[in-house]
């Protein structure tokens, strides 16, 4: 079985400047996940999708970064202007499970590292 | 809003000794608990979990957990280390709303 994809794996920009990130969850994951992990911290959950549509996003920075899952399968990040506090690794994880049974063991690919310069 | 709280950030053991890492959580409501690992290079994945049933729950590679409810707990233990324990250690937490929280992991590094 294939695990979650994502790319790039390395992404160095200038701050202002726009960023977008792919991920492939697992096939038939119905429940994707976009994280960010800044050097020294736990991932914080950026945006929860369950399908196509989106679970939580409570702690999506709105004003610069969007997210969008159109087909239910894949799924893009982006952030537009960037700042210099993006600078971190953007984890996407999948699972299985209805996000609202909460039994959700979820998959990791292996990240973006952004660093905003 | 739930929290978790891991109290190490930086664990260094020497091979054969005993671990154990302290996870604390706040939230009121019912609870999945979780340890995730990263190892050097590697993606972050899961150790073990608990939803229900048995308290003391083990996963992989001999390492196991207890929840304690009344303290809010889900230490990992692991009764002998080896070097190729060492690494990121999360643990996290997610609600009946599906919505989950990471701590801001342990780092273990284990001496030959």
């Known amino acids: 079985e294939a695990g979650v994809a994502q790319s790039p794996r390395y992404k160095i920009i200038e701050k202002r400047q726009s960023v977008a990130f792919w991920c492939n969850p697992i096939?038939?994951?119905?429940?994707l996940y976009w994280y960010q992990q800044i050097l020294g911290q736990g991932p914080k959950l950026l945006i929860q999708f369950q399908n196509n549509g989106v679970v939580d996003d409570s702690q999506l920075p709105k004003d610069r970064f969007s997210a969008e899952r159109l087909k239910g399968v894949d799924s893009t990040l982006k952030i537009q202007p960037a700042k210099l506090e993006d600078s971190a690794v953007y984890l996407c994880a999948s699972s299985s499970i209805r996000a609202d049974t909460s039994t959700d063991t979820q998959y990791f690919g292996p990240g973006t590292r952004l660093t905003v310069l | 809003a739930q929290s978790v709280s891991q109290h190490n950030h930086h664990v260094i053991l020497s091979e054969a000794a005993s671990l154990e890492l302290g996870c604390n959580y706040s939230?009121?409501?019912?609870?999945?608990l979780f340890w995730y690992v990263q190892y050097p290079g590697q993606h972050l994945q899961l150790l073990l979990k608990?939803?229900?049933?048995?308290?003391l729950v083990k996963g992989i590679k001999g390492f196991e957990a207890e929840f304690i409810k009344s303290k809010f707990s889900f230490n990992l233990r692991k009764p002998s280390v080896q070097w190729s324990d060492t690494a990121e250690y999360f643990c996290a937490v997610s609600t009946n709303a599906g919505k989950s929280t990471f701590g801001d992991g342990t780092t273990l590094t284990v001496k030959p």
């Open positions: 608990y939803f229900s049933g048995d308290p």
């Open positions: 096939s038939g994951h119905a429940t």
């Open positions: 939230y009121g409501g019912t609870v999945n």
